[in-house]
């Protein structure tokens, strides 16, 4: 906004612009001094028992020690995560309202779901710290015949339009690294859409669909299990906690794909308080305890600082948005 000279003004109106000027600073510095005075909500885009909700709660747990004022969990699921955030984005931004945010909502919503979403990730959210990264393991249900990803292209190509893969919903992580799948692998395959990971989960598990790129979180135990066989991991590199399991690129050179979860915050909360949350998820995530819990998870902690966790949203915006249109993506 653009002020008139302070020259015209009459000497008392002036006074007070200057006055006002000056104090700004001290408001932002007063409310990071008073910042948590009661509980704090952090909102989810996706329904209770999956993957973004397992690790909402973990969070939320070290953050509420951390900060002295419980971290409340509120899922909001709906239109693939972007309802928690355009709640989030228009919310008070005083550190009150935290958003769990995941790509589908973040980098991959401005070209997926172009105009029919109601805010600006980049504009009207700020970026706090990216908590973790983690690959995504692509899982069949076990009497599917294949073993691995050769296996897979062999069977669609031999089978076209007749196999399909589950999703968190259209436009999430695992719906656009399945399309990168077909993409690469010139394979024909048809997409059944869910509200989330965990109904996605319930329906390979009932054999309702064929396959499903899901998390470690949901995805290690019924691989460990025998009741899903893992055929690859998305990532750049082998998973940690599956070392034995090849990457989709061995196969594919140059595939890669994953998810992560990261803390947002409207735009404009203080400075200081979104560097207050940034070093406590700093902290929260070099503790031994969360450090094995992420290892079970198959999550790789990060904890940048929002200037990293924001150069990253860009790039990953870009990246995406080319994806999307050598895919022939239809924004939703």
């Known amino acids: 906004m653009r002020f008139p000279s302070l020259r015209r003004l009459p000497c008392g109106l002036s006074g007070l612009l200057l006055t006002l000027a000056t104090l700004l600073p001290t408001a932002s510095t007063a409310i990071a001094a008073t910042w948590p005075s009661k509980p704090i909500h952090m909102l989810v885009g996706f329904p209770a ?9 973990l969070v939320a747990d070290k953050l509420s020690q951390g900060l002295g004022q419980p971290v409340i969990v509120e899922n909001r699921p709906g239109a693939a995560g972007t309802l ?17 945010a995941s790509p589908t909502a973040i980098t991959l919503a401005p070209s997926t779901m172009a105009g029919t979403i109601s805010y600006a990730p980049a504009k009207d959210l700020a970026a706090i710290s990216k908590v973790a990264d983690y690959p995504l393991f692509l899982l069949a249900r076990p009497d599917l015949g294949p073993r691995d990803i050769g296996q897979l292209l062999a069977l669609a190509h031999k089978q076209p339009g007749q196999l399909n893969f589950g999703s968190f919903g259209n436009n999430t992580s695992g719906a656009l690294a399945t399309e990168m799948l077909k993409l690469m692998g010139q394979a024909d395959m048809l997409h059944v859409p869910f509200n989330g990971s965990a109904p996605a989960l319930q329906a390979l ?25 893992a055929l690859a991991v998305s990532g750049a590199e082998r998973s940690k906690i599956a070392p034995d399991l090849p990457t989709v690129a061995e196969t594919l050179p140059g595939f890669e794909a994953g998810s992560w979860v990261g803390l947002m915050a409207p735009a ?20 031994p305890d969360m450090r094995a819990r992420f290892a079970q998870m198959g999550a790789e902690p990060v904890g940048d600082t929002p200037a990293e966790f924001q150069r990253t949203l860009q790039a990953e915006t870009q990246r995406y948005a080319q994806l999307v249109k050598a895919a022939n993506l239809k924004a939703q």
């Open 49 to 57: 028992g999956g993957a973004s909700d397992v690790m909402a709660r």
């Open 84 to 100: 928690a955030a355009s709640t989030a984005a228009r919310a008070e931004p005083d550190g009150y309202t935290l958003l769990l």
């Open 205 to 229: 598990l009932g054999g309702n669909v064929d396959l499903l790129f899901d998390t470690a979180v949901t995805a290690v135990p019924n691989m460990r299990a025998g009741k899903l066989v």
């Open 268 to 287: 404009g909360t203080p400075a200081p308080v979104i560097d207050r949350i940034q070093g406590e998820v700093a902290r929260l995530v070099a503790l």
